[in-house]
């Protein structure tokens, strides 16, 4: 499958529905699992769309800082923009769980117990994928 035919197969099954959590009506309490040390309940990313064998497409960073209110809108977008535009979105969150694994999108969780760490963290990401630029995921949200 190409880019263009992997971001049209998310826009094709994009749902504002999000996964039920299972785990209380199947397990006791009690019996969960401890969360990982930084919190994250531990969703497995999605490894659907980065079987990537072409040339290397542009990539831009889209940071997240907080969970978003319409995530499948923005998720929409950045599809249709990777459709339309070969590039590839790269997840930079800030926040333990991004709503955006479950949509495909790689998602890479910026490091640090402060600000100086945190920007350090971005900066290697952002060298790691030779992100053309980095937009802020709640200015995608307000598009129109």
């Known amino acids: 499958m190409t880019l263009c035919e992997e971001y049209q197969a998310l826009l094709t099954n994009l749902s504002p529905?999000?996964?039920?959590?299972?785990?209380?009506?199947?397990?006791?309490?009690?019996?969960?699992?401890?969360?990982?040390?930084?919190?994250?309940?531990?969703?497995?990313?999605?490894?659907k769309l980065w079987s990537l064998l072409e040339e290397r497409h542009s990539c831009i960073g889209i940071r997240l800082r907080e969970p978003l209110a319409n995530p499948h809108v923005v998720a929409a977008r950045l599809a249709a923009m990777a459709v339309e535009r070969q590039i590839i979105p790269i997840f930079l969150t800030y926040i333990s769980t991004s709503e955006f694994q479950r949509f495909g999108f790689r998602i890479e969780h910026v490091a640090g117990c402060n600000d100086i760490q945190r920007e350090a963290s971005e900066e290697q990401i952002r060298r790691f994928w030779n992100l053309a630029m980095i937009i802020e995921a709640k200015d995608i949200e307000k598009l129109r």
């Open 17 to 47: 529905q999000a996964p039920l959590a299972l785990d209380p009506l199947i397990f006791d309490p009690t019996d969960r699992a401890e969360p990982a040390a930084n919190g994250d309940p531990g969703f497995p990313a999605s490894y």
